[in-house]
């Protein structure tokens, strides 16, 4: 299930609700006067569009903000959640100790007298505060299906049963006695309260998350216990700060547990600033591999890695079929099994290789980079503060400090408001008692005054003047059962008058000191975190595993060789013989390349993309391979016309430990390759950009224009010559040099002038030889180191004076040879 509560966004009713119109008047955007609503009898508005759309849309926001997706800092709830549990105490009267009723029955009043939104809305609201994995306290207490951590919906509302949790009571318990302000309901038959009088910090210990418009809130849960004696030292220190207000309060604890990974000064910022990020992962523990016997048997069990804890909000059965997913693909061969056996607890088995010697920690680094065993939490504390006007509250990101310093003067108004409320109840009683007082000083006189009367207004009237009564004085005790005359009744009337006035003496007291307020209030948190109090589940560590992970890790390191051949087939070997590898019949090698598993292999394509893939990545296969379209996102008419290996023993410039940078003061790193378009273009880049694995789409490497496609792409060095050919029979040979090093993709500089109906067919280095066959029959040999040398940008000499160029031979590719490249290596002074 979604962290983000539900809100419906169905339109508001035309109603004078109080908020609504405070909505109104501070858009600007009044309701007409009655019979001129529409525009009169023409349904037109004269006015500005654009100002009227703004104030329409003005008022559609603070709609949003103020009654839907914001949560509110004295109580930490939203309006659907506050209307909920207001419903079940005040009408339904589904207290933790009643027996619980039909969540229909619930939705359906909520819905008719508070709430004026679709049943889904109020119904997922209702589950999501009864679903301990999301809720770190939950408020309600729910029976029958309502959802699993595996992602399960929960019944129907007609299929539940539900009442509030022992601890809802301490947010709404309070409401009977005036301590909260009441407004109209969206229809005006009843009346709700604005906020209810909560005990405790709500906002902090169970969270929020919502998008409204132009602001969204994500406050994650705390502890109850740590959030209380952060309130207690405000209490007492009013001026401690938000770092102080921390040693109380360690971070979010999460209702599933886990571990977040956050250093003090980033949780410090985060509080401070009221918004921020973080890193939540899973817990887990290693089981070492044992021998068990059963029966006649030894049975030999592999060693484990036993997840026993799942971020917040993540489904399990989605983690699971992650992990599956990762095992399928072979890219963490260390595992190679998952089963998921959770009952109440979370216990999710991973079965590891016993031949392999990987650390448990890199097994579960990897895990926490590439599943959602390790989410990022985000925190932004934007709630709705009050204003002076009760009925409205205007929204603000608070850092931690404020917001339980608002709570905490809230809590304070509710308790001089219950201790006013008793207070007022106590004079009303003792002012009734004091007139039984009156009357049981000469109860005979008074009951011949009764006798005499003509009724009860006679009586009371003289009653009144007999003993200077008031009218509740009299009416009460005209109300009095002759029991009540009995000597022993008088007494307990006497001895209640003496206690409310000693009760109404204490609240006084309390009333006239600041001081006393606040041990009141102390006190009852002190109560409540006593009574609620539970241990931190979250932990907090520093330490990030994935920075210190590195897929290489994974890869069991051996030499191996990758042929792609002409149409685009590529397979992995230990070893390629050229001559009796299987090929597809008329296909023909492309190139072979050697390389460590650990290494890549660059694929450059005709559209000027560099595909960069592991070595280990590639398909291995005795058969023709796999074609390279199952690999990468190839476009129409995309295919292969290079390969390298970034192995340093065939690469040596990447033998360096550290990546050159290629910023703004664009050196030349080697190594450098040549690329040539078959409309004579061309350029020169540096392959370290492609060194790393690239996405299924590629990398840029050059541009062409429209129309045009690279033919060639080669290693080149700064003393190397190159000569171009094309389809008429025109050769051009110049130094790479002449051909500028780009420092991104581009689409170079010109090699050769062609026409339309001509273009390059064949490029290479001088330092080989070249077999060109014509058209018109006979070959041309190209003697390496004989051609001539002349500058870039000309139109090349013709080697024939008829025909064209039908095909260009040039030397096959070469087997790799890992001694000769593990020796050039040495010569440098590196090793494998």
């Known amino acids: 299930m979604s962290q983000t509560e539900p809100h419906d966004r169905s339109p508001e009713p035309a109603t004078s609700h109080p908020v609504t119109t405070a909505r109104r008047k501070a858009s600007g955007d009044e309701a007409p006067p009655a019979g001129q609503g529409g525009g009169g009898s023409a349904g037109i508005v004269d006015g500005d569009l654009a100002e009227h759309a703004r104030r329409k849309y003005l008022n559609y926001a603070l709609s949003v903000i103020t009654s839907r997706a914001i949560p509110d800092v004295r109580d930490g709830l939203k309006p659907v959640q506050r209307r909920i549990l207001f419903t079940m105490f005040e009408d339904l009267r589904l207290t933790f100790d009643a027996r619980h009723r039909k969540s229909a029955k619930v939705v359906g009043d909520v819905i008719g007298k508070y709430h004026p939104h679709g049943d889904s809305a109020v119904y997922d609201a209702m589950v999501r505060m009864a679903q301990a994995f999301n809720m770190r306290m939950p408020l309600v207490d729910g029976q029958g ?40 309901t969206y229809d005006g038959t009843g009346r709700e309260p604005i906020v209810l009088p909560a005990r405790f910090p709500q906002l902090l210990v169970n969270g929020t998350t919502g998008i409204a418009v132009g602001m969204a809130t994500s406050i994650p849960p705390h502890n109850l216990g740590e959030v209380i004696r952060a309130c207690l030292l405000l209490i007492d220190e009013p001026d401690a700060s938000v770092a102080k207000v921390m040693g109380k309060i360690k971070g979010p604890d999460f209702p599933t547990g886990g571990q977040l990974v956050a250093e003090r000064k980033e949780l410090r910022a985060a509080y401070e600033t009221g918004k921020g990020t973080f890193k939540l992962r899973g817990s887990w523990k290693y089981q070492e591999g044992k021998e068990t016997k059963q029966g006649r048997k030894r049975v030999v069990e592999n060693p484990r890695v036993v997840i026993t804890e799942i971020p917040w909000g993540v489904q399990k059965s989605s983690l699971v079929e992650e992990i599956g997913q990762v095992i399928l693909s072979k890219k963490l061969p260390v595992v190679i099994g998952v089963q998921d056996l959770s009952t109440e607890d979370i216990r999710v088995e991973l079965e590891l290789d016993p031949k392999s010697e990987v650390d448990p920690e890199l097994v579960m680094a990897y895990l926490f980079k590439h599943t959602r065993l390790q989410t990022t939490v985000k925190l932004d504390l934007t709630v709705l503060t009050p204003t002076d006007n009760p009925e409205v509250s205007a929204p603000a990101r608070l850092d931690l400090k404020s917001i339980l310093r608002y709570f905490l003067d809230f809590r304070l108004q509710t308790v001089r408001r219950r201790f006013e409320y008793e207070l007022r109840k106590l004079e009303e009683r003792i002012h009734i008692l004091e007139g039984f007082e009156l009357i049981f000083n000469d109860l005979d006189k008074a009951i011949r005054i009764i006798r005499r009367s003509e009724g009860k207004a006679d009586a009371a009237k003289k009653l009144i003047k007999a003993f200077e009564l008031s009218d509740i004085q009299a009416d009460a005790v005209l ?51 006593g009574e609620y109090a539970d241990r931190r589940r979250t932990r907090i560590d520093a330490e990030d595993l994935t920075e210190e992970f590195s897929a290489e890790s994974f890869i069991v390191e051996e030499d191996a060789m990758v042929l792609v051949t002409r149409d685009g087939w590529i397979k992995r070997q230990r070893n390629v013989n050229l001559e009796t590898t299987r090929m597809r019949e008329g296909d023909a090698p492309l190139a072979l390349v050697g390389g460590s598993t650990r290494d890549c292999v660059v694929l450059f ?70 690329a040539v378009t078959r409309g004579g273009m061309a350029l020169r880049f540096t392959l370290w950009p492609h060194r790393e694995p690239s996405t299924r789409s590629g990398r840029l490497y050059g541009k062409t224009k429209a129309g045009d496609e690279f033919v060639e792409v080669f290693q080149v060095w700064g003393d190397d010559d190159v000569c171009a050919l094309t389809q008429k029979g025109k050769l051009l040979c110049c130094n790479v040099m002449d051909v500028n090093l780009l420092a991104g993709p581009g689409r170079g500089v010109t ?3 062609t026409d339309d109906k001509d273009g390059v067919v064949a490029v290479w280095k001088t330092s080989v030889s070249a077999e060109i066959k014509k058209s018109s029959g006979g070959t041309i040999k190209v003697v390496k180191g004989k051609a001539t040398v002349t500058n870039r940008g000309g139109k090349g000499r013709p080697l024939m004076k008829r025909g064209s160029v039908k095909a260009v031979s040039l030397p096959p590719p070469e087997t790799p040879d890992f001694e000769a490249g593990a020796e050039r290596l040495a010569a440098l002074g590196y090793s494998r």
């Open 751 to 753: 090699l050769i002038k």
């Open 479 to 529: 109300e009095t059962r002759l029991y009540k005359l009995a000597k022993l009744e008088i007494l307990k009337i006497e001895e209640e008058l003496a206690d409310k006035r000693k009760q109404a003496k204490r609240i006084r007291a309390i009333l006239k000191s600041k001081k006393k307020l606040w041990g009141v209030v102390r006190d009852e948190l002190q109560a409540l975190s």
């Open 605 to 674: 394509s005709n559209r000027g993309s560099a595909y960069v893939i592991r070595v280990n990545d590639v398909p291995a296969s005795s058969g023709h391979g796999t074609p390279v379209q199952k690999l990468f996102k190839f476009k129409d008419g995309e295919k292969v016309i290079s390969v390298t290996t970034t192995d340093p023993r065939f690469m040596l410039e990447f033998a360096e430990a550290e990546k050159p940078e290629l910023g703004e003061e664009f050196e030349d790193p080697y190594p450098h390759f040549l």
């Open 145 to 184: 299906n309502f959802g699993s951590i595996d992602g399960d919906s929960a019944a129907a509302y007609r299929y539940t049963e539900a009442k509030l949790s022992k601890l809802a009571a301490e947010l709404i318990t309070e409401i009977k006695r005036d301590t909260v302000e009441f407004r109209p």
